[in-house]
């Protein structure tokens, strides 16, 4: 069972940066898409990035394009989340997870087999 621990979240204010890291306790980060989540209070698990296990490609929500960069250490098993230009709407409880599902279905959170608990960002003055 793999698991997934979070870590790099914390209190910032608007047009800060962070950068979030999620380290893989076994297995290698090289065999799955590595996705980054977030969840708002009241709302749903959204896309946010991922790193694709195949093409080394990466995706971006619409939300943080241009913002947010998704990166991966292969010899620290860690994926990294780096955020800035933050805004207030960036608070979120963020997640990283894992799967092996095709490219067409990365985008939703159901095709996701591991999960960590997730770390608290929040964007505000």
């Known amino acids: 069972q793999v698991q997934l621990v979070e870590s790099g979240g914390g209190l910032v204010q608007p047009g800060g940066s962070l950068r979030l890291s999620c380290t893989a306790s076994?297995?290698?980060?090289?065999?799955?898409?590595v996705g980054w989540f977030r969840q708002a209070p009241g709302k749903e698990r959204d896309f946010v990035a991922a790193?694709?296990?195949?093409?080394?490609?990466?995706y971006y929500a619409d939300s943080v394009k241009g913002r947010f960069t998704i990166s991966r250490d292969i010899a620290k098993n860690t994926v990294y989340l780096q955020m800035s230009s933050l805004r207030p709407e960036d608070t979120a409880v963020y997640y990283c997870?894992?799967?092996?599902?095709?490219?067409?279905?990365?985008?939703?959170?159901?095709?996701?087999?591991?999960w960590g608990r997730g770390t608290q960002v929040t964007v505000s003055s």
């Open positions: 997870a894992l799967t092996q599902t095709v490219l067409s279905a990365i985008r939703n959170s159901k095709y996701y087999n591991y």
């Open positions: 076994e297995g290698s980060i090289r065999t799955y898409t």
């Open positions: 790193f694709h296990r195949s093409n080394s490609n990466t």
